[in-house]
T-cell receptor, first 114, second 113 residues
Framework: AQKVTQAQTEISVVEKEDVTLDCVYE???????LFWYKQPPSGELVFLIR??????QNEISGRYSWNFQKSTSSFNFTITASQVVDSAVYFC???????????FGPGTRLSVLP | NAGVMQNPRHLVRRRGQEARLRCSPMKGHSHVYWYRQLPEEGLKFMVY????????ESGMPKERFSAEFPKEGPSILRIQQVVRGDSAAYFC???????????FGPGTRLLVL
């Protein structure tokens, strides 16, 4: 069975600090997809990134970066120089090869304090 | 290109009433997924539909819940005889093909009094 663990329930940082959100997954599939979504206080879900299991290259997008390590089944998300607007709940998710459904982690609530 | 649309955004029902939640996928997307988010929890998959077909309903409660995605019109998630435990945010997502990214709507917040 597929499972996503986000061990950090809540994180608080001060603005401009770097912060890493952990995501560990379990799957028996050799082909799968990993995702990060952001849920700001307004409640909508914002897509951040999709990574397939054959692409272990790290990705950087502005202040966001992702570290995919197949050897440890982790897909961690780092925000550099955090800002108050980054305050949200962040969900890591996993889908099987044909994406029939997502398994979401429980989420990490990030609070960035001014 | 409009995103995934859900309505209503907020819905209040009394116990025993019916709730109907609507989802219009993004243009060009024929795959629709419904998820439920209980307060302070992550999202849980409910059902996956293509036009006129239910592909996977393994996450749907066996009773009172049903979903459809007709040839014309939005996908509907229907909850009959609602109970307080049905209070949650219900999110719809769509994708052009199953293995592509799912884009989420703004959600419908259902409150059962």
């Amino acid at each position: 069975a597929q499972k996503v663990t986000q061990a950090q329930t809540e994180i608080s940082v001060v603005e401009k600090e770097d912060v890493t959100l952990d995501c560990v997954y379990e799957t028996r599939d050799t082909t799968y997809y990993l995702f990060w979504y952001k849920q700001p206080p307004s409640g909508e879900l914002v897509f951040l990134i999709r990574r397939n299991s054959f692409d272990e290259q790290n990705e950087i997008s502005g202040r966001y970066s992702w570290n995919f390590q197949k050897s440890t089944s982790s897909f961690n998300f780092t925000i550099t120089a955090s800002q108050v607007v980054d305050s949200a709940v962040y969900f890591c998710a996993l889908s099987e090869a044909y994406g029939q459904n997502f398994v979401f982690g429980p989420g990490t609530r990030l609070s960035v304090l001014p | 290109n409009a995103g995934v649309m859900q309505n209503p955004r907020h819905l209040v029902r009394r116990r025993g009433q019916e709730a109907r939640l609507r989802c219009s996928p993004m243009k060009g997307h024929s795959h629709v997924y419904w998820y439920r988010q209980l307060p302070e929890e992550g999202l849980k998959f409910m059902v996956y539909l293509q036009k006129e077909n239910i592909i996977d309903e393994s996450g749907m409660p066996k009773e009172r819940f049903s979903a459809e995605f007709p040839k014309e019109g939005p996908s509907i998630l229907r909850i009959q005889q609602v109970v307080r435990g049905d209070s949650a945010a219900y999110f719809c997502a769509s994708s052009p093909v199953p293995e592509e990214t799912q884009y989420f709507g703004p959600g419908t917040r259902l409150l059962v009094l």
